[in-house]
């Protein structure tokens, strides 16, 4: 990833009231409302739609690029924000390549909609493909949604919300259907049951859907169960994948820096400059070294969906495997830059210790690093049981 600065830009003044709002919606468990506002009226919500819809037009690597930058301030606040411009991503990379069944999601973001996601469910480690929530045909092409999902950022004010479900009406051929629900359908409800570890402004609470209705001309997609190479299945997770690991590498880029200004002005008991003492040198250069790796494997993966590079069959280990080692090394920088900072970064109210608990919110994503795992042996291995003969 070069340096070169995208089209548009969060203010420094907006960065630092953001900054400033975060400590307290973690402390108060509070959804970030009044950073969306200000985002909202600075032109965010319509990053990536097309200019014809009233957007900038930007693509994945410069939106990755801003997120990054937001996380440094306020990692739930990009974490939540960023669902939105996941869907915007998707259905870029969809129009891109040749698809125009999500033109609504572009025209809604060129509005000023605030799009969520309703796919994630208890128990679903097949996330996209396969639901436990069931869709029933209404008979002319819409459907009515009953089921549970879980992690619904953006609950307490989003717009639009995307939701999924299986149709089982004909049971030798089950399809998973794509729609999309408005705030003032009935028969959705969502559960203040937001009380976690970190990343506490999404407000990623539990939804309920109750029957609830989507017309047909709310209807984007069918799908078979199961994995799917379709351009809606690879938007989704393209974007889905980046845009959240740039979360996290804003969350360890910013470890970083708190690190550095921790250990500035500290001495040892002999007067010696911490600065100077050579364990710490090596752990910082040693954590910027880690950054610099993953914003570049990021970086590079969001050039090549804007790019339209066809990696094939290699695009899912690629976009698992980078998200999870993202995470993971996130996780890793922020547990380094306590250790050298000291017992002082332990405190329950200081930026590394919130950092601490925010970051640990990374492998609950999908996908996990057991599933990237599983996604990237099968890419060299085939299946589990593929490479079994049966001799007689």
């Known amino acids: 990833m070069?340096?070169?600065?995208?089209?548009?830009?969060?203010?420094?003044?907006?960065?630092?009231?953001?900054?400033?709002?975060?400590?307290?919606?973690?402390?108060?468990?509070?959804?970030?409302?009044?950073?969306?506002d200000e985002l909202r009226q600075a032109g965010y919500l319509r990053l990536g739609a097309p200019e014809r819809t009233g957007g900038t037009g930007l693509g994945l690597l410069d939106t990755v690029r801003i997120q990054e930058r937001l996380a440094t301030a306020a990692p739930a606040t990009a974490l939540a924000l960023g669902m939105h411009q996941v869907w915007v991503q998707a259905a870029r990379a969809v129009r891109r390549r040749g698809g125009s069944f999500l033109q609504p999601v572009e025209e809604a973001a060129g509005?000023?909609?605030?799009?969520?996601?309703?796919?994630?469910?208890?128990?679903?480690?097949?996330v996209l493909f396969d639901s436990s929530t069931a869709a029933e045909p209404d008979g002319d092409g819409g459907y009515r949604f009953t089921g549970t999902k879980v992690f619904t950022s953006l609950s307490p004010a989003w717009d639009v919300m995307s939701v999924f479900g299986r149709d089982d009406s004909d049971a030798d051929a089950p399809v998973l259907v794509h729609g999309f629900v408005l705030r003032d359908d009935a028969g959705h409800r969502s559960l203040d049951d937001w009380d976690t570890l970190g990343m506490r402004a999404t407000q990623s609470r539990t939804t309920i859907l109750e029957g609830v209705h989507v017309p047909?001309?709310?209807?984007?997609?069918?799908?078979?169960?199961?994995?799917?190479?379709?351009?809606?299945?690879f938007g989704i997770f393209a974007a889905f994948e980046l845009l959240i690991a740039a979360v996290y590498v804003g969350i360890a880029s910013r470890a970083v820096e708190l690190a550095v200004s921790g250990l500035r002005g500290r001495t040892a008991f002999d007067g010696t400059p911490r600065t100077d003492d050579p364990?710490?040198?090596?752990?910082?250069?040693?954590?910027?070294?880690?950054?610099?790796?993953?914003?570049?494997?990021?970086?590079?993966?969001?050039r090549d969906v804007d790019e339209l590079v066809d990696h094939g069959a290699r695009w899912f280990p690629l976009l698992v495997g980078t998200k999870a080692r993202t995470v993971d090394t996130a996780a890793h920088?922020?547990?380094?830059?306590?250790r050298?900072?000291?017992?002082?970064?332990?405190?329950a109210g200081g930026e590394l210790a919130r950092l601490a608990r925010d970051v640990r919110a990374g492998q609950y994503h999908p996908s996990s690093r057991d599933s990237a795992a599983r996604t990237i042996a099968a890419s060299l291995l085939?299946?589990?049981?593929?490479?079994?003969?049966?001799?007689?």
């Open 333 to 338: 920088v922020v547990d380094e830059a306590m």
């Open 382 to 392: 085939g299946p589990p049981g593929a490479g079994h003969t049966t001799t007689g």
């Open 2 to 36: 070069t340096d070169t600065k995208p089209a548009w830009d969060i203010d420094e003044d907006l960065l630092a009231r953001i900054a400033e709002r975060a400590p307290v919606y973690d402390r108060d468990d509070r959804f970030c409302q009044e950073d969306l």
């Open 340 to 347: 050298v900072v000291g017992g002082g970064s332990y405190r």
């Open 279 to 302: 364990d710490v040198r090596r752990a910082l250069a040693d954590m910027q070294g880690a950054v610099d790796a993953v914003r570049l494997q990021v970086g590079a993966l969001a």
């Open 111 to 126: 509005r000023d909609l605030l799009l969520a996601f309703g796919v994630s469910e208890p128990g679903n480690d097949r």
């Open 216 to 233: 047909a001309d709310r209807i984007v997609r069918k799908l078979p169960v199961g994995p799917s190479p379709d351009v809606l299945v």
